[in-house]
């Protein structure tokens, strides 16, 4: 870190990750210059905060001037920022050193790195391999999101006694990204959908997505998802060592002779890696196929780093879920809250409903769009998995016109209410659900604040 003491810095792009990176710099008493594509219009609420800094950076906003690139010692881009713009190709050229966040933080870290790659399931697989490593008794850091970045790691202030860093890596992490050599990898699934303006095709993509493994040798790993990507010769032939997972039996699908790995077999999840271990999954906290599915990627990476049993065995019982996503609140007189408040879609909305086997209130409602959603065409999805429904918000409105053959549906006038109300509905063995199928502007800033707020009257009934 102390290479990077007063030198001239450009970070390009004002989000989270920037203002991040900024305080990094600002710890090392660098002269900051910070830079985004968009108008400053665009970006009201990130100058305000930027002029706050002291000392304030200097700021370029709505192009980016050859100038600030050509002026600084480091320039240090967001994931967001495509990496072969002309002015980083030119400051390239011109020797300066150019990193992504992403690599800037990996050239930081000397700790064995476990790195969860795929197009979803990241967050949810990494939280989870670091419950399990914490409950061994490790010291972990999960970053690798816009929330954490990995760059937090190198600010840490006893980062020397971390033994694991998790973080989540996206193709776009991946582009151009130097000298990265992770003690684990683990690959959910791999989708073809790509940002057209990062990636020039699907193959682009799909490519750098695998340039992980080559860095791989035959003392790492390679945690692999086996019903999505069995059949992909890149990972049937990579040079390290490879476990796969499965919700489906290795049993039945007649492999169990062939690989090494973690399976649902016979009501539990059977692991086979250095040797035999079978865990009770009745008292699961998490729900959803794909939360089942991450659990056995999670269980697969700690096995192979012989985390033991017991600290396996109890993140299947306590994990609640990431926050804001399917997340476990309490058990409070036999009923279960659970908040999905990032549900912002009514597409999401039913995915989630249908993870649950228990009866649902389910608390929906926010901002209404402009976009005038088909609310209708849910009706059938939520009359069947839903028992009483809760409407709140600007959308209530519509949402109950479209909705109105739901035998149990109500209105409420305001957000607290909604959760009063859906208590008092709640009967033992009940799930009370938000899940809002709408955006959150109608009341609150995101939907953060809509779900912590949710946890805080949920925790003081």
Known sequence: MERFRN???????????????????SKLDCEI????????????????????INPTPM?????????????ADVIVYSTSVNPDIPQLELARSKGKEVYSEFGLANRLCRKPIIAVCGSYGRTTVSHMIGFMLKLDGKNVFVG???????????????????????VEVSALQMRRLKDFHPKIVVFTNISEQFSPDQFNSAGHYIETKLSIIKALSTDDILVVNFENLANNTFFRHAHCQTYWYSRKSFVTAGVINEIQGTHFHNRRIHSNIYFHSEFKVNAMRIVGVENRENLLAAITACKALDVS??????????????????????????VYFYNDSKSETMEQLIKSIKSFKTPIILIAGGKDSSDEIDYGVYADDIIKHVRVLVLVGESKERMN????????????????????????????????????????????RDYEERGNYYKKLVYQL
Not at 144 to 166: C, S
Not at 309 to 334: A, M, W, Y
Request: aromatic share 12%; net charge neutral; glycine share 8%.
């Open 33 to 52: 210059t910070v830079t985004d594509i968009k108008p400053i219009f665009d970006l009201n609420k990130a100058v305000k905060k930027l002029k706050k």
């Open 309 to 334: 049993d017991k600290s396996i065995q109890t993140c299947v019982e306590k994990f609640p879920g990431i926050p804001h996503r399917l997340e476990f609140l309490l058990e409070k007189n036999g």
């Open 401 to 444: 016109r479209s909705l109105g053959e739901h035998p149990q549906t109500f209105i409420v006038g305001s957000f607290e209410e909604s959760i009063l109300f859906a208590y008092q509905k709640s009967r033992t063995g009940d799930t009370i659900l938000l899940s809002p199928g709408n955006g959150s502007t109608d009341f609150f």
């Open 7 to 25: 030198k001239k810095v450009l970070i390009v792009g004002v989000g989270k990750t920037g203002f991040t990176l900024i305080n990094f710099f």
């Open 59 to 71: 700021m370029t906003f709505g192009e980016h001037r050859e100038d600030d690139f050509l002026a």
């Open 144 to 166: 690798g999101t816009n929330t954490t970045p990995f760059i937090e790691f190198a600010m840490l202030q006893h980062k020397e006694d971390i033994d694991y860093v998790v």
